[in-house]
Every structure is written in structure tokens, then in C-alpha cells.
């Protein structure tokens, strides 16, 4: 039985508390003496199951040319401790954009590795290679990993005149975090690495919500308080990893243990990765916004209207851009406008698409045109019922959705937008296959 005694600190304790999840058939192959050179630099470790919780420091070793190898992309670069850009780089390091292609090729790299290791039965060295991916995809969970330092200061400024207070308390402080088992992420190498990337991408964003608590109580040198923020990130991070160590054990062993595969997923399982910055850039999912105000996603559709439990609202003059990774064949959703007095303006003249693009596809553009190839175009005009739309997104690894506003002139002689709410309701992804397995 794994206990998280004071031996493991950082990533270390984060690892074995990941490592304690992982179902017993597995934890049984790691219960053999440790090997490797690394035991030299670590505290008592009892087993290569320890060494796999261990080996997540690998990479803050870059100083020592024995294990600094480890720790890089296939490219030779460098495996950066937050969100790579479009380079490889840490984004939040360059200034460059977070680049979720990259992210998921550094993913699909790593978990690679420690698959084939597995595979040639070199227990030592899939725990070093699963290390390194663990350590990578916890830096991602951590909330002062995804934002730039200067940005960090300029919005949170020590509060105490001629002070720069450093921000002391990070997962060394996590313990006993418990967490849930952990799921085969895919049944391919592609699949499962478009997965845990698409997780780490959503907890990348989700944990800057911590930052104002944090940095207040960091500032007050309150550890407790810090603690007890970070447990939420920290469980991210434990069971991010144990879901990525657990599915190289699948997919090396080709064990997936009666596991079922969708044959098509919500789009609102997938991180947003950009949207045109409207009142819907941070809303939740399934809700229109009117005067400030959540209400149905319901689409006109005759006298009742059709509601929607689940799909996505947006502006007529808005886009959004998703990361698909290639493992989609088509999409699936109802297009229309909301049921709303705003959707009758006799102006309205959409111009509605659904795009994709083979790489991901870093443009921005107020106008919607990101210079992406389209896949399906519907042109949307006042009062129109809701409509069954499919598009097929083969091959992409960039899923974009753009609605245009035509202008008018009005009788002032000033041109003019009308640019009603529209929703895409019920929106699903069909996996390449459609055989039932991710």
C-alpha cells in the first residue's frame, strides 16, 4: 500500500497520491526493486511503483546530462513547464499564444513513450517516462503556470509599499487528496492523447479562477489558506495523472477491461480554445443572455419554439474555435435563431459556417475570417425556423464556427448591423469510426 510520507514533496506528491489510484493489476507490475540512477538523488524508495512517483521530479533535473534527455520534445526541445506555443516554447514565458496542437503533440509524444516502454516490459524505464509525463501535465493544472508573471503582478500588486512578496506555497502543500478512479482516456494512441489534452487544456483554464484567493492569502503568508486552495488544482493534477499513467497500461497491454467508447461526444465536452469577445465569451454553455440574464437555449420552431438542455449560444457576428485533433469525422447540431423579439428585425442577413482546418489554426479576425477551408455555409434571415445541420470535419484539427452580420444602410443613410442571438443546439462530434470505440 502506497502512503504519501514526507519523502514525497512536489511533483513526487503529487505522483504517489496518482500512483495510489491506479487499479491493482497495474500497481502489482510496479512492485518490483527500484533501478536507475536516480535512486542515487532520492530518498528510500522501496519500489519502481515509489520510483514512478519519484521520477515526476525528472524534470526539474535539467542540470544533471544523465536525465536531462528525459525531458525533452522530439524536436530536442526543451518540454515546457506550462502551455507550449505555437514553437514549443512556454507560452506564458514567450508572450506567444497557447498553441493546443503543439500541447497534444508534446502529449501524444510522451504518452507514446511511456507505451512502448511498457510494451517491451522496461518497468524502469516507463516509470521515468511516465514521470515526465506526469510532471508535465500537473504543471498544467497550476494555477500561477498559466499566466504570465508581469500580468500576475500588474493585476495582483503587493499590497505592502516596497515589497515584492514571492508567491511561496504551491502542491508541496497537497495531501490526502483522494481522488476518483481512474478512465482509459482512448483506444488509440491518438485518441486517448487528444483526450488528456483536451482535460488539461479545460483545468489550464479553469484553475486561473483561483488566483485572486491565492495570491491574497500568499501575500498574508497564510499557508493554510493557500493549502486549501490549491486542493482542487492539486486533485486535477493527481487524477489527470493517474487517467494518463492508467491508459498506457491499457493501450500496452490492449486491456481496456469491457470499457465502451462513444461513438460521438457534446461539443461541450471540448475546451473552447478562442471566441470573438462578446457577452458569450465566458458564459456557460446551453443559455441564451438578454439584458444580462440566463434564459433556455430555445430556437424558433413554429408556435412553442425548441428548446435545448445542451448547445451553445452566440452573437450573428461572432466565431469560436475549437481543437479537434484529427480523430472526427463529422458534426452535428440544430442551427437557429432564438426565440426572441430581436429575431424578427427584417435586417437580418447571417451569414453562418462551419469550418475546419488541418492545422490549428492560430488567425484572429473581427470579421470571422480566419482563412479556413468551409465545410458548410447557411445563410440565416429573420423569423427562419431552426434546421438539422451536418457538416464533415474529416481530417481537421481545428473546428471553427462563424456567424457573419451583413450591413445595411438605414434611413439615415448610416450603415447598420442587425446581429440577433443564435444557438447551436445539441452540438456532437462523431469519432472517426463510428464503431462505438473512441
Known amino acids: 500500500m502506497l502512503i504519501c510520507d514526507e519523502r514525497f514533496t512536489s511533483h513526487a ?19 518490483i526493486p527500484p533501478s536507475g540512477e536516480e535512486l542515487q538523488l532520492l530518498p528510500r524508495c522501496d519500489s519502481a511503483l515509489e520510483q514512478l512517483a519519484f521520477d515526476c521530479l525528472l524534470m526539474d533535473w535539467l542540470y544533471d546530462e544523465r536525465f536531462r534527455h528525459l525531458a525533452l520534445q522530439e524536436n530536442g526541445a526543451l518540454i515546457p513547464h506550462m502551455m507550449p506555443d505555437l514553437n514549443g516554447d512556454g507560452a506564458f ?62 493585476l495582483f500588486p503587493d499590497p505592502v509599499p516596497e515589497r515584492l512578496e514571492g508567491l511561496k506555497y504551491c502542491y508541496e502543500t ?50 493554510a489558506q493557500c493549502c486549501g486552495i490549491l486542493r482542487t488544482p492539486a486533485r486535477w493534477a493527481v487524477e489527470l495523472s493517474a487517467d494518463a499513467w492508467h491508459t498506457a497500461f491499457a493501450l500496452a497491454f490492449n486491456r481496456f477491461d469491457g470499457t465502451v467508447f462513444p461513438e460521438k461526444i457534446p461539443l461541450t465536452h471540448l475546451y473552447c480554445a478562442a471566441h470573438h469577445p462578446d457577452i458569450y465569451a465566458y458564459t456557460v454553455s446551453g443559455n441564451f443572455l438578454f439584458d444580462g440574464k440566463k434564459y433556455p437555449l430555445t430556437l424558433i420552431d413554429g408556435a412553442q419554439g425548441k ?81 438539422p445541420v451536418e457538416a464533415d470535419i474529416s481530417g481537421s484539427a481545428a473546428l471553427i464556427f462563424a456567424s457573419r452580420a451583413t450591413p445595411y444602410m438605414d434611413h439615415g443613410g448610416s450603415v447598420n448591423f442587425a446581429i440577433p442571438h443564435i444557438g447551436i443546439g445539441d452540438v456532437q462530434l462523431w469519432l472517426t469510426g463510428g464503431n462505438g470505440k473512441i
Open 13 to 31: 506528491r503529487l505522483g504517489v497520491q496518482a500512483a495510489a489510484l491506479l487499479p491493482s493489476w497495474e500497481q502489482q507490475l510496479l512492485l
Open 93 to 154: 514565458f514567450s508572450g506567444h499564444p497557447v498553441h493546443p496542437g503543439k500541447c497534444f503533440e508534446i502529449v501524444r509524444y510522451l504518452l507514446g513513450n511511456a507505451v512502448e516502454e511498457l510494451k517491451k516490459g522496461r518497468i524502469h524505464c516507463f516509470c521515468r517516462r511516465a514521470g515526465i509525463l506526469g510532471h508535465f501535465l500537473q504543471d498544467l493544472t497550476a494555477p500561477t503556470h498559466n499566466i504570465q508573471s508581469k500580468v500576475l503582478r500588474q
Open 174 to 223: 497537497a495531501h490526502d487528496l483522494g481522488g476518483k478512479t481512474p478512465v482509459v482516456m482512448g483506444d488509440t494512441l491518438d485518441r486517448a492523447a487528444f483526450f488528456i489534452t483536451n482535460q488539461a487544456l479545460k483545468y489550464a483554464d479553469d484553475s486561473r479562477r483561483f488566483l485572486p484567493e491565492l495570491i491574497s492569502a500568499s501575500y498574508r503568508r497564510d499557508h
Open 307 to 387: 428548446n435545448f438542455v445542451s448547445g451553445i449560444a452566440m452573437t450573428g457576428h461572432s466565431g469560436m474555435k475549437y481543437f479537434t485533433g484529427g480523430i472526427f469525422s463529422k458534426v452535428t447540431f440544430t442551427l437557429g435563431l432564438a426565440e426572441h423579439p430581436s429575431s424578427y428585425d427584417k435586417h437580418i442577413d447571417l451569414d453562418f459556417s462551419v469550418e475546419t482546418d488541418r492545422e490549428w489554426c492560430e488567425n484572429a479576425s473581427l470579421d470571422m475570417e480566419y482563412g479556413t477551408a468551409r465545410r458548410i455555409s447557411v445563410n440565416m434571415t429573420p423569423g427562419q425556423p431552426c434546421r
